[in-house]
């Protein structure tokens, strides 16, 4: 079995770790100081053709495969993963639906600009009783005549009040359960779409969660997403793919707090040499989360891999992001236990990560639904 990357793909690692150390990073402050949404940040990587990494060519994206589209979330994680979701939500959940169950037409209209840069994508799902479990969700479409009145409220979305293209999901048939819930793609002026409030959160500074509210909202049928009740199945699949991506991003986190510690705990830094002898109890804690962090890696890329091929993935995803997300709250939180009083300061960017890395643990299913999700999997 080949554990390699490409040449194209290591060259494109390269050039999206460039990019994230050098102009992500000049961010990072004024996201984590101000909370608001780095919209000139989102430009620049719009210019430099990271909105549409995995989008074929003929849609306006640069037609690169699914695993270099998991490197780019990894190594710009790395440096911000408040930046790591917005892409990874834009990508894999705000445009892939639409690329993948949407008419030619809707392809066209839509993909082309989230490809671009020139439209951010979100999705929205939750609701205040449908976390979870997605399949009970309230918000309602009721069709009349050429449109559906959409009415309802969704909570906690990513990217919302910047997004320009929201998929939606909402119950055009209550009766039937998931049967009974379809897809749409709503614009963001559509009169009737109110954004709510906005969360503020223990970490991911800088990347917007926000309430959406649909008041008598008019969605055209042709803006309807695949056929009406196969929306639950268009969340499903829309989920593996951005599952893996939120396991690239608690990957990166991650391998971040791992790399403040190997620079802290390394005996060749200049006035630490003296301590070896003291920091071999260190050394040895820095072992072992070095295995978790590398069985991540592996976990995440091969959920990747199989993602790429078209081969069935939801264990492997679910398993990938499970294992992902608490390990970069294990390592995370052990940085900032290790360093001691300075891991709890904002001079070392561990408690930063410390706070970044705990929701990975709870959005795009929290990892407690991840457990049944597998076990089912294994029991079918």
């Known amino acids: 079995m080949e554990l390699r990357y490409t040449q194209e793909q290591v060259e494109r690692q390269r050039a999206v770790q460039q990019f994230a150390e050098t102009v992500v990073a000049k961010f990072v402050p004024d996201m984590e100081l101000k909370d608001e949404f780095p919209r000139t940040l989102i430009a620049k990587m719009a210019q430099f053709g990271l909105m549409g990494i995995p989008v074929p060519k003929q849609w306006g994206g640069a037609g690169a495969d699914f695993i270099s589209y998991i490197l780019a979330i990894n190594e710009i994680s790395k440096v911000s993963a408040a930046v790591g979701v917005i892409l990874s939500v834009h990508t894999s959940v705000g445009t892939f639906p639409i690329l993948q169950y949407g008419s030619q037409e809707q392809i066209s209209k839509y993909v082309r600009k989230l490809a671009a840069g020139e439209s951010l994508g979100a999705f929205a799902l939750t609701e205040p ?7 009970s969700i309230r918000t309602t479409a009721v069709l009349e005549g050429e449109h559906y009145i959409l009415n309802g409220t969704k909570l906690f979305i990513t990217n919302a009040g910047a997004a320009n293209i ?7 048939d209550p009766a039937k359960g998931p049967r009974g819930i379809t897809a749409f793609i709503i614009e963001s002026d559509a009169e009737g779409l109110t954004i709510g409030r906005k969360e503020k959160k ?3 500074h800088g990347s917007n969660t926000c309430e959406l509210i649909f008041d008598q909202l008019k969605v055209p049928i042709a803006q309807r997403l695949g056929e009406e009740g196969k929306g639950f199945t268009i969340a499903k699949g829309s989920l ?17 707090a791992l790399q403040v510690l190997d620079n802290h705990f390394n005996p060749r830094v200049a006035g630490r040499v003296k301590l070896r002898d003291k920091l071999q109890h260190q050394h040895a804690k ?3 989360l070095t295995a978790q962090v590398e069985a991540a890696r592996l976990l995440v890329y091969r ?10 993935c939801t264990m492997e995803a679910s398993t990938a992001k499970m294992f992902a997300s608490d390990t970069a709250v294990t390592v995370t939180g052990a940085a900032v236990q290790m360093l001691g009083t300075e891991g709890c300061t904002k001079a070392l960017s561990v408690e930063r990560l410390f ?3 705990k929701v990975t643990q709870i ?18």
């Open 240 to 256: 593996d793919g951005g599952r893996i991506g939120i396991g690239a991003q608690a990957l990166g986190i991650a391998q971040a």
């Open 286 to 288: 820095l072992a072992e």
């Open 129 to 135: 009783n449908a976390g979870s479990d997605a399949s």
């Open 363 to 380: 959005y795009e299913g929290t990892n407690e639904i991840h457990r049944i999700v597998i076990s089912g999997q294994l029991l079918k």
């Open 202 to 204: 223990m970490g991911l």
């Open 166 to 172: 929201y998929v939606t999901f909402a119950a055009t």
């Open 303 to 312: 959920a990747a891999y199989l993602r790429q091929q078209g081969l069935p």
């Open 355 to 357: 706070r970044d890395a």
